[in-house]
């Protein structure tokens, strides 16, 4: 019965086993049981070519051929280290025909032979387009793309392959470096005929099969297998591959595109390519280390493996499936003599062969290796998660985990170089959220008539408008949590007043009143904040077809909780004019005390807060800091663990404090939390002790 595996939640079935003997290194001593490199026969020192070009091969030279490219084609099995493993045949091309940049074979890492299983597996399901790798420094990935991209126009009719790194001149480098050189080096009867130049730097374009055969022996590659096919590069832009038919694409590191280039964007153009109507076509690998996700394209990389995900849906939403294997698989320095990755403790033969390879010390019994005997003996899993990581901080910290990550939440979680806020505790709670989450209601405000009866006889009833929440699956409302009295507010001959302002606050991002269009422009958002709890309850965000539909919704929701708002007065006034007209002025928040500038003698009061004021805006950017990070450096105290609103968060973590436009949900927070940090500020000096004097204070003698 056929083995089955279970490889990175995909549970794979391997091909029957032969038998012991027919398997590579059968009776081989245990310590000779290792995988290596079959160097060429000497008969193969010279071959013959016709008067067209063509290679004829001798008969023995075609046994050996066929036997080559049968296990090219088919796979092979090989004893190693006293474990019969199968070695698929993507995977066995890469040892025995690939050439690495440096000049060197491949090693046969178990972790890469995984990953081999996983890639042929997920090929064969025809609604995959293609697989997104979240890779480690340095661990191989772009050259195994690229000799399957080799693989794929040698033994495949018609293929188109091309590769896009992260510069013009990164993709160029990869072709020439690990593509063309690779293909120089490919033995006579694997290599098609180039018919460009044979220096070409750009394009690799084949158009005859690998070889012809005397007296009608059996070819090495079919009559139409490596024909009319090519390989090139493209610099990274997003049209670089947007027509056509592609084969094999290589989108290589692309958690580092520029911005300019949303990878997103690319794959989902790039994916035309890959189909024909229904049928695939063609392939795609994107293997990558993930760069910061404000600076670089680290949160454009993220939106392909968020969409990626096989776990949860039966066939993902960008036909791409997503594969990550922790930095301590395969680390060089904890690899066996097998291949085998040495995780954790190692056995004595383990310790002692990484001992004798790794391990130096000078002649004065100094320790001049990285690795000691100690990392050894604790295992590649503790070396990087603890070792690598000790008295590292901050940039340093996080480049050195989002290289060497040992979870998929550490390989973007701290993809934060450049974001204002602790990346690390905005990254863990949206994982929490992802995974846990929270029941928040998609609801509209709609204005209701409330019938108060009159307790007086004789007097009439009264009537007000109040908010009624409404579910809706396309409402611009999110609500987490309901005030425990809903629309506390009273009507005081006319005026109104909220009744729970010392419980709940808001704050408003609006927009001009003719805002001019932008590619990433600002929405309306409210943010209804609890006083006592710290975290927003509701959110409002809206496309309103006028400002003013956007005041009615923030009037609305003041009601139903009963609070004051707090509007950014920078983009537009007349939401005051609103407010005066519906006799609601007093649940507007007037310029709290925090954001007066104490030099400034008889500072301006105002219906909102400015963000254009220079002190007002260092002001808000404090507070904001001090909500999501805390203010102590030792314990953290922040509140960003309460956020329940996963855009908000995103926001976030890309927030720049230096251009807000888009960060709407970010600014709406940081105007509620002024009101609420304006009243902990007062509430400090309420609570001064009564021997301090604030104010001078007189006794005044009254004349009777």
Not at 335 to 354: A, K, M, R, W
Not at 566 to 587: H, L, P
Request: a neutral charge.
């Amino acid at each position: 019965m056929a083995e089955k595996i279970e490889i990175y939640g995909s549970t794979i079935t391997l091909p029957e086993k032969p038998k012991d003997e027919d398997a590579l290194y059968y009776n081989f001593p245990r310590n000779q049981q290792k995988w290596r490199r079959q160097p060429l026969p000497n008969y193969f020192d010279k071959v013959e070519y016709d008067k067209q070009g063509n290679l004829i091969l001798t008969p023995q030279q075609e046994a050996y051929a066929s036997e080559e490219v049968k296990r090219c084609k088919q796979g092979v099995w090989a004893w190693i280290g006293e474990k019969l493993r199968y070695i698929p045949k993507r995977y066995y091309f890469y040892l025995q025909y690939y050439t690495l940049e440096d000049g060197t074979a491949p090693d046969f890492r178990e972790a890469d032979r995984l990953y081999y299983l996983f890639f042929e597996y997920w090929f064969l399901i025809l609604w995959t387009l293609g697989i997104i790798r979240i890779k480690k420094r340095r661990q191989g990935a772009s050259s195994q793309s690229c000799s399957n991209i080799l693989y794929e126009a040698i033994f495949f009719k018609n293929s188109n392959c091309g590769l896009l790194s992260k510069t013009k001149d990164d993709s160029k480098a990869t072709f020439t470096e690990m593509v063309t050189a690779a293909y120089r080096l490919l033995p006579v009867f694997l290599k098609p005929k180039q018919v460009n130049k044979e220096d070409s730097v750009t394009e690799l374009v084949f158009a005859h099969k690998s070889q012809t055969v005397k007296a009608g022996t059996a070819a090495g590659a079919k009559e139409e297998e490596g024909h009319n096919s090519k390989i090139n590069y493209k610099a990274p832009v997003l049209n670089a591959y947007d027509r056509g038919r592609m084969s094999y694409v290589l989108v290589d590191e692309g958690g580092k595109y520029p911005l300019d280039v949303p990878v997103s964007r690319l794959l989902s153009i790039i994916a035309k390519t890959l189909v024909k109507g229904v049928k695939r076509v063609g392939w795609v690998d994107l293997p990558s280390t993930v760069n910061e996700m404000t600076a670089g394209g680290g949160a454009e990389y993220k939106k392909i493996w968020d969409n990626a995900n096989q776990f949860k849906r039966s066939q993902t939403l960008n036909r791409v499936v997503r594969f990550f294997q922790p930095a301590y698989e395969a680390y060089e320095g904890f690899i066996d003599e097998f291949g085998d990755s040495v995780i954790g403790e190692p056995t004595l033969e383990q310790y002692n062969y990484l001992v004798e390879k790794w391990v130096q010390y000078n002649d004065d019994g100094i320790l001049i290796s990285e690795l000691s005997e100690e990392d050894i003996k604790l295992g590649a899993k503790h070396y990087v998660e603890i070792r690598r990581r000790e008295g590292l901080e901050g940039v340093d910290l996080e480049e050195e985990i989002r290289m060497n990550p040992c979870t998929e939440e550490e390989a973007f979680m701290y993809a934060g170089i450049g974001c204002e806020f602790n990346a690390a505790n905005i990254q863990r709670q949206i994982k929490e959220l992802e995974e846990n989450p929270p029941y928040i209601r998609k609801m509209r405000l709609v204005p209701e008539k409330e019938i108060i009866k009159s307790v007086v006889i004789g007097k009439k009833d009264k009537e007000r408008i109040i908010a009624k929440p409404m579910d809706d699956e396309k409402g611009e409302w999110l609500i987490y949590e309901f005030p425990e009295i809903q629309n506390n507010f009273k009507d005081r001959c006319g005026y109104l007043e909220p009744m729970n302002t010392q419980r709940y606050g808001a704050g408003a991002d609006t927009t001009k009143e003719n805002p001019t269009p932008t590619k990433n422009g600002s929405k309306p958002v409210i943010v209804i904040m609890d006083k006592i709890k710290m975290y927003p309850v509701a959110m409002y965000v809206g496309n309103p077809r006028i400002p003013v539909h956007m005041d009615e919704q923030a009037l609305l929701g003041c009601k139903l909780y009963g609070c004051k708002i707090n509007y950014e007065i920078d983009a537009r006034t007349d939401y005051y004019r609103f407010f005066v007209k519906n006799n609601a002025q007093d649940f507007l928040v007037w310029t709290p005390r925090i954001m007066l500038n104490p030099v400034k003698r008889n500072g301006k009061i105002e219906p909102g807060v400015r963000s254009g004021d220079p002190f007002q805006f260092a002001a808000q950017t404090t507070i904001i800091k001090s909500y999501i990070d805390g203010t102590d450096k030792d314990v953290y105290n922040g509140y960003v663990h309460k956020i329940v609103f996963i855009s908000l968060l995103k926001q976030l973590l890309k927030f720049n404090v230096n251009d807000r436009t888009e960060f709407d949900e970010v600014i709406a927070l940081i105007m509620a939390l002024t009101e609420i940090f304006s009243d902990l500020e007062t509430a400090k000096i309420s609570t001064l002790p009564n021997h301090v004097k604030i104010l001078p204070q007189y006794k005044i003698k009254m004349v009777n």
